[in-house]
């Protein structure tokens, strides 16, 4: 299972993630991306577009990793 979250302090709200994984990034009003909040590890089915959101944020502020059924 993949967990994903946004540094805050990188992010400068280029939207790419929404265009990638609409189902899991959204922006705030100020266009920062943020993980939704009722996305706690990422759905197989959006695990792909999560991955190319990863590869495509330009301030490499996502990151994701593999977390066991124990982490949740
Ligand atoms: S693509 Fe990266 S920099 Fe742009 S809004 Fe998403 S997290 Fe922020």
Redesign the pocket.
């Given at each position: 299972m993949l967990r994903v979250s946004?540094?805050p302090t990188?992010?400068?709200?280029?939207?790419?993630?929404?265009m990638?994984s609409p189902e899991v990034?959204d922006?705030d009003d100020q266009?920062?991306?943020f993980v939704k909040p009722e996305v706690d590890v990422v759905a197989h089915e959006h695990r792909n577009a999560v991955l190319r959101?990863v590869a495509?944020?330009?301030?490499?502020?996502?990151s994701a990793h593999e977390i066991s059924v124990e982490e949740r």
């Open positions: 946004i540094d990188r992010c400068e709200g280029h939207a790419k993630c929404l990638d990034f922006l266009g920062f991306g959101a495509g944020c330009p301030e490499y502020a996502i």
